[in-house]
């Protein structure tokens, strides 16, 4: 490679053997999970950051209930409907 002794080769094929054995996948419910965060966080700026009524329907409808009803479900009772990618994008710089 070139490289001067006080460099040493790190990066080795081994190391990159969480993109198989379903990485993959698990990076998608990374993603997901951000789709439901930005698009969370838009409903407080679309009301205001620190309007205690979208605090009081986020706290009611996901923090309290956890996982004791279809999550969907209980994003919908806090958005009043289904997560859009649109502010996801805008974040992202993609809209």
């Known amino acids: 490679l070139g490289l001067i002794p006080e460099i040493a080769l790190r990066y080795r094929a081994t190391?990159?053997?969480?993109?198989?054995?379903?990485y993959a996948a698990?990076?998608?419910?990374?993603?997901?999970?951000?789709?439901?965060?930005?698009?969370?966080?838009e409903a407080f700026k679309e009301h205001g950051?620190?309007?205690k009524?979208?605090?009081?329907?986020?706290?009611k409808n996901i923090l309290e209930k956890g996982g004791t009803e279809d999550p969907m479900t209980l994003y919908r009772g806090f958005r009043g409907a289904d997560p859009s990618l649109e502010p996801l994008?805008?974040?992202?710089?993609?809209?």
């Open 15 to 22: 190391y990159f053997s969480h993109i198989i054995g379903g």
């Open 26 to 41: 698990g990076y998608y419910s990374y993603l997901w999970a951000e789709v439901l965060d930005t698009d969370a966080f």
């Open 49 to 51: 950051v620190f309007d």
């Open 53 to 59: 009524n979208t605090a009081d329907s986020f706290r």
């Open 89 to 95: 994008l805008k974040n992202r710089g993609l809209k």
